[in-house]
């Protein structure tokens, strides 16, 4: 009879162990990163490698494309930052016009071409001292976040889950970030190491305590949803965007 072996490491486990090393890899090359956001095109990194996504408003987090194919993802980093020489957007009508999208396209936008300001940008500089960008569509399993950051405020650097909506959905977005909670605490080493890898700050000086953000549309009257304070260990950022892909960001709670 077969043996189950409940030590085993879960395959969610390993996928960010992947994602520890290929963060780390793409650290090496933030002048690089730099250019093409400029160029509005980012490395994404997933567990199986890394994919050359828009970040242009015409399509906001879709592909990018060399001689008409868009590029998927390959395991070497080197590969993808040579086809970037090559790539181009997409031509014809807008693609992905989903407003979740132009937002999340335009804050890695913003933080990668102003490193060190995306704390003012989104006015919660009351939150923290610095936030930095690490990763987006983070996957761990069947469970997502749409980006994770670093946060430091004084001397404590700590993970920071943030979730964009273009509707003030309460309920659903509190779920999605609980559950990302609850995983990471399952492996907080590995979580920490993750942070590690990407931010180049040492694992050992992360706390392990997230602060989680929602981030959608302001309410008109500038006034909190009743329900809203509920959610005493979230913190909301209401945003509008008088122009397609331009955004005024305002912390609420």
Not at 59 to 69: A, T
Not at 89 to 110: F, M, S
Not at 190 to 217: C, D, H, Q, T, Y
Request: charged content about 25%; aromatic content about 8%.
């Amino acid at each position: 009879m077969d043996t189950i072996d409940h030590n085993e490491e879960p395959n969610w486990v390993r996928h960010l162990n992947n994602m520890t090393a290929y963060a780390h890899q793409r650290r090496q090359h933030q002048e690089r990163l730099a250019e093409l956001a400029e160029r509005h095109c980012y490395v994404r990194i997933g567990g199986n490698g890394f994919r050359l996504v828009s970040i242009h408003l015409d399509n906001p987090c879709g592909s990018l494309y060399v001689d008409n194919q868009a590029i998927g993802t390959k395991p070497s980093l080197d590969a993808v930052l040579n086809q970037a020489h090559f790539a181009s957007h997409r031509i014809g009508p807008p693609g992905n016009g989903k407003r979740e999208h132009r937002l999340q396209a335009h804050l890695i936008h913003r933080a990668l071409t102003q490193p060190g300001k995306l704390a003012s940008l989104l006015d919660c500089a009351t939150l923290f001292d610095e936030l930095f960008f690490l990763s987006d569509e983070f996957r761990l399993g069947d469970i997502r976040a749409d980006v994770i950051a670093l946060g430091r405020k004084g001397l404590q650097y700590f993970p920071v889950f943030i979730e964009l909506k273009a509707t003030r959905t309460l309920k659903r977005v509190i779920q999605q970030l609980e559950d990302i909670t609850e995983r990471m605490a399952e492996e907080p080493h590995a979580v920490a190491e993750f942070l590690a890898a990407a931010s180049g700050i040492p694992a050992a000086e992360i706390a392990m305590i997230p602060l989680r953000l929602i981030i959608w549309p302001s309410r008109g009257n500038g006034k909190e949803n009743s329900a809203v304070s509920i959610a005493r260990s979230f913190h909301i950022i209401g945003f509008d965007e008088p122009a397609p892909g331009e955004f005024i960001f305002v912390l609420e709670c």
